[in-house]
């Protein structure tokens, strides 16, 4: 079976850009999580979905930041405008059930200079 | 509310030393628990994982937990560590009725020759 698929693996841009990572869950999963992974803070749980319904957003950090399911297997995670403190690795991550182990992509590396 | 804590930012073992990574956990209902690892560059994977049942519960790469209610705990051993599990773990908890889990801050295990 493929895994969660994240798409870019790396990207850099530049301060006031707009920045729009993707992910295509594993099949058949009902939740989508979007983390944010940094040195000094560890992994954050941004924003999660259970059947394509945003359920908590209480993680996504400002109004810059948005993220959709338009259906069961595609997801977006938007920053609009970017900024270097933004840089971090985004990873998204399915599950089957809420409670149930979750399975990682391998995770956008986002550089914002 | 619930909550990880994983003693140790870093732990530091020889090769063929036994590997000790400390969880504890904080829960008002019984917890489902989770012990996943990161290897550089790649998303988190699932380790162990415990529901119910059997409280010693065997994972991948020789890996295994016990969850101790009493201690509130859910520590990760391996009897003989390999240069191949210097990678960083992260203990997890979610409720069972639970729509998300929280991750620990992670612990990063040093393999020395």
């Known amino acids: 079976d493929a895994g969660v698929i994240q798409s870019p693996r790396h990207e850099v841009t530049e301060m006031g850009q707009e920045v729009t990572l993707r992910c295509k869950p594993i099949s058949g999963h009902d939740y989508l999580f979007w983390y944010r992974q940094t040195m000094m803070r560890g992994l954050e749980l941004l924003i999660y979905f259970n059947n394509n319904v945003p359920i908590d957003d209480s993680g996504m950090p400002e109004d810059r930041f948005s993220a959709k399911m338009p259906n069961a297997s595609f997801s977006t995670l938007k920053i609009q405008p970017s900024e270097p403190r933004d840089s971090a690795v985004y990873f998204c991550?399915?599950?089957?059930?809420?409670?149930?182990?979750?399975?990682f992509g391998d995770g956008t590396r986002l550089s914002i200079l | 509310a619930q909550s990880v804590t994983q003693l140790g930012s870093h732990v530091s073992v020889s090769e063929g030393a036994l590997v000790l990574l400390r969880c504890n956990y904080s829960?008002?209902?019984?917890?489902?628990l989770f012990w996943y690892v990161q290897y550089p560059n790649q998303g988190l994977q699932l380790l162990l994982k415990?529901?119910?049942?059997?409280?010693l519960v065997k994972g991948i790469n020789g890996f295994e937990a016990e969850f101790k209610k009493s201690e509130t705990s859910f520590h990760l051993t391996k009897p003989s560590a390999h240069m191949s599990d210097a990678a960083e773990y992260f203990c997890a908890v979610s409720d069972r009725g639970g729509f998300k889990t929280i991750f620990g801050a992670g612990t990063r295990l040093f393999v020395k020759a």
């Open positions: 991550a399915s599950s089957l059930g809420g409670a149930g182990p979750q399975h």
């Open positions: 415990y529901t119910t049942g059997a409280t």
């Open positions: 829960s008002s209902v019984p917890p489902y």
